[in-house]
């Protein structure tokens, strides 16, 4: 199969490395509006090396996902070979093994030498950095020698050119595809004009792709300016942050587009890739600019959740839409999931998750197993509880009729680990366990009810309720019906186990 074409950093304009800004919908709007490039948000290694790299069949998108669950990182297919992975780092090693974890998704990987905030420095990384070159250059050879993907990255300028001018020397020897230069010293805020004279000097003495950035204030605010700033630098590609995270429409060759109609199509990328809200109103805010003190601005910092934030957009038809269809995909994914419980040792297993949004208010899974635990005649179902010390995550046993059913996820809180472990049991007895749009107990009760009435043979301690779709879990003939609930319970699930008896 043919290589991909390695990313070319020649005569392009680039969406910044923005935290908190540069999640995949703020990626996906800058592409779509003409970035070339765009880099993520900056992620520190440490973090990331300790990320699983998960397929999410529901939404479509690599994860890499933190041992606490949170999504650290985001991509998917439309934006593989145009994103370029920021870290940040201090160590070479550390960072070829995150490098090495994401490259396959990611069109490049970027250092990030630039950020003088002190949670960056006192670890070594961000500006910190500048004025350690060797450690910059054993980062970046072990990289570049690492990898299969370009290697690149981004720094402020020395406040001496001479300074500078020797560390991009260095920097190009590493092997390095391309440098991007922020135009202004570590001690310079934000506000301070930036040094072109700088980016043109280093653009004279190095022949890799310079990347120009610093422009957003003063020099760069519509799309034809960035053409200008690339100019006033002689570097060949400019990246663009804070005019973008106002309106990434500044990509737009044609001319920029309302920040309503902006904040509006990033809201749907945020719905439809389920970014995190507080980045989500975090990116709104900014471009709401001086309009975040008015009603709207208000309403939209009260907003606590994504659906609450569509609701202040008037988008709650598009959040419902898109709602409902990955509601779905996450039951035809549970539904996969749910045909193979495997046994741990004595512990009936399934991977689940417990996603509060998919049960009404009030409802939940632990409910619904007491209620079936009564109905049966069984003891009162009992769980445990462990804690793992690296990220504290929990994860709960509930012990059922004697049988022990576990979720292989591990939870934030206690109280989602039981869940978890109660959905795990209801699953695999094929028992509703409330969700919304499931068929629920007082519906069990009534169909019943009404067998009863009409003289069928279907008992009320019938042991395990064979509803629609949840029949293939347990199989069950009439002789076991006669059986006392719990052995027969247990065998059921037995039954039910695609595991062979052997492994126990
Ligand atoms: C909200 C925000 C977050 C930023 N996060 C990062 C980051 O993660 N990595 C980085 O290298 N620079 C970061 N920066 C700096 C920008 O990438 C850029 O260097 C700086 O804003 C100057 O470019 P501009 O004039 O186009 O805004 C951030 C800037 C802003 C405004």
Same mark, same amino acid.
């Given at each position: ?5 390695k ?10 490395p ?8 703020m ?17 520190i290694d440490i973090?990331m ?18 041992p606490d ?7 998917c297919s439309?934006?593989k ?9 201090a ?7 995150v ?19 002190e949670?960056?420095?006192k670890?070594?990384m ?18 570049v ?9 981004k ?15 260095r ?10 230069v922020?135009?202004?010293f570590?001690?310079?805020r ?10 043109q ?9 310079v990347?120009?950035?610093?422009g957003?204030?003063?020099?760069? $605010?519509?799309h034809s ?10 570097a ?10 106002w ?5 737009c ?9 902006v ?6 990328y ?8 507080f980045?989500?109103? *975090? ?11 008015s009603?709207?601005? $208000?309403?939209l910092?009260a ?17 419902? $839409? ?8 996450r ?6 999931i ?8 004595d512990?009936?297993t399934m ?7 998919? *049960? ?14 009564r109905?049966? $005649? ?7 509880? =462990? ?16 049988k022990? *059913? ?25 028992v509703?366990e409330?969700?919304?749009g ?24 019938s ?13 069950q ?13 247990n065998?059921? =699930?037995?039954?039910?186990?695609h ?5 126990s």
């Amino acid at each position: 199969m043919a290589e991909t074409a390695k990313l070319c950093f020649r005569n392009k304009t680039a969406l910044a490395p923005m935290v908190r800004v540069g999640t995949l919908p703020m990626r996906l709007l800058a592409l779509d509006y003409g970035a070339d490039i765009v880099y993520c948000e900056e992620l520190i290694d440490i973090k990331m090396a300790q990320c699983k790299r998960v397929v999410n069949e529901v939404l479509d998108t690599v994860d890499f996902v933190a041992p606490d669950d949170r999504v650290m990182f985001r991509t998917c297919s439309r934006e593989k070979d145009r994103v370029v992975f920021q870290m940040g780092t201090a160590d070479p090693q550390r960072a070829l093994i995150v490098a090495q974890l994401v490259q396959n998704d990611v069109a490049a990987i970027d250092v990030n030498m630039g950020c003088p905030k002190e949670y960056s420095t006192k670890g070594g990384m961000g500006a910190a950095l500048l004025s350690d070159p060797d450690k910059i250059e054993a980062i970046l050879t072990t990289l570049v020698n690492g990898l299969s993907k370009p290697v690149t990255c981004k720094i402020r300028v020395l406040p001496s050119l001479e300074d500078t001018v020797k560390l991009v020397k260095r920097i190009e020897k590493t092997g390095v595809s391309a440098l991007a230069v922020h135009g202004r010293f570590k001690e310079e805020r934000p506000q301070h004009p930036v040094h072109c004279d700088y980016i043109q000097a280093v653009t004279k003495v190095v022949s890799i792709p310079v990347i120009a950035n610093g422009g957003s204030l003063d020099l760069v $605010k519509t799309h034809s300016d960035i053409t200008k700033f690339r100019e006033a630098t002689g570097a060949c590609s400019v990246m663009v942050a804070r005019a973008a995270m106002w309106n990434p429409s500044i990509f737009c060759s044609k001319g920029t587009v309302s920040v309503d109609e902006v904040m509006e199509e990033y809201i749907k990328y945020a719905v439809r890739y389920d970014n995190n809200a507080f980045n989500t109103k *975090y990116c709104l805010c900014q471009m709401l600019r001086d309009r975040v003190e008015s009603p709207m601005g $208000k309403q939209l910092h009260a907003a606590q959740t994504t659906k609450e934030i569509c609701a202040v957009y008037s988008m709650m038809e598009y959040y419902d $839409k898109i709602e409902s269809e990955l509601q779905q995909r996450r039951e035809e994914k549970n539904n996969t999931i749910e045909s193979h419980p495997t046994l741990d040792g004595d512990v009936i297993t399934m991977p689940v998750r417990f996603e509060k949004r998919e *049960y009404p208010p009030q409802i939940t899974p632990k409910m619904y197993l007491l209620e079936w635990s009564r109905r049966e $005649k069984l003891e009162q179902p009992v769980y445990e509880v =462990v804690q793992r010390s690296q990220d504290r995550a929990f994860q709960s046993t509930v012990i059922v009729a004697e049988k022990k *059913y576990r979720s292989t996820l591990w939870e934030k809180s206690k109280k989602s680990a039981e869940q978890a472990a109660a959905v795990v049991c209801l699953r695999v007895l094929g028992v509703p366990e409330g969700r919304v749009g499931e068929d629920s107990c007082e519906l069990v009760n009534k169909r019943k009810r009404e067998e009863n009435k009409n003289g069928e043979i279907q008992s009320e301690d019938s042991p395990v309720p064979e509803l629609d779709g949840r029949k293939r879990h347990i199989t069950q003939s009439p002789e076991k019906a006669e059986e006392p609930a719990n052995r027969t319970t247990n065998k059921a =699930v037995m039954n039910a186990l695609h595991v062979n008896q052997t492994a126990s």
